[in-house]
């Protein structure tokens, strides 16, 4: 028989971790889906635009038996009252331990998953918002097309964007930040809209949305 390949991992139970500020942490429960003892390792990671260490968590490291499950807590950490939604990143990782072993005629392959979620901390007072991509403003000049976010949210969005009546750009990232402004090159100069595919606040796929491209 050839041999076969699982994946199993440490599964968090959310797909994306919300730190609110008014509550100034989050949890997230990780479950370990091998059918082996595995070491739980939290990575935070920050993305280019923001280097401010703003959360942390703990433990960073635990030994997780099989099928059993690890709290793990997000603390926010700000000197300052957050001002708009910041965005970081966190890495799940499951190291297994002891060595892959094989059986009669069944080799059985073990493989480390990464589970990397984004993680949103969102200021005190500040609403909640389900669909921050229809604040964002599109314009197409010269063959550039830009978008602006001057919402304190952060959108998240397919990287590929469609103009109508024809064309598409491409977006050099899945996010726009709050206060930024992205321009790239597009293949039309006479397109009147944008249709882009937003994702929620939990990462699903939202429905696509048309928005007016400004001159």
Known sequence: MAAQAQADGMVPDTSVVIVNEADGEASVTVTNTDANLALLHITLQDIPEDTEQLVFVTPPLARVEASK????RFILQSEKPL????LKRVIFEGIPQGKAHAETGNARVGVTVRQNLPVILHPKGLKPNRTPWTDLQWSLNNGQLTVSNDTPYVVRLAQ???LLPSGNAMLPKAYVLPGEKLSVAASSQTAKQVRIQPATVYGFSAPPFEAPLKP
Not at 69 to 72: A, C, D, T
Not at 83 to 86: D, E, F, K, N
Request: net charge neutral; proline share 0%; charged share 20%.
């Open 69 to 72: 499950s690890q709290l793990i």
């Open 160 to 162: 590929e964007v469609q």
């Open 83 to 86: 001002v708009t939604q910041r």
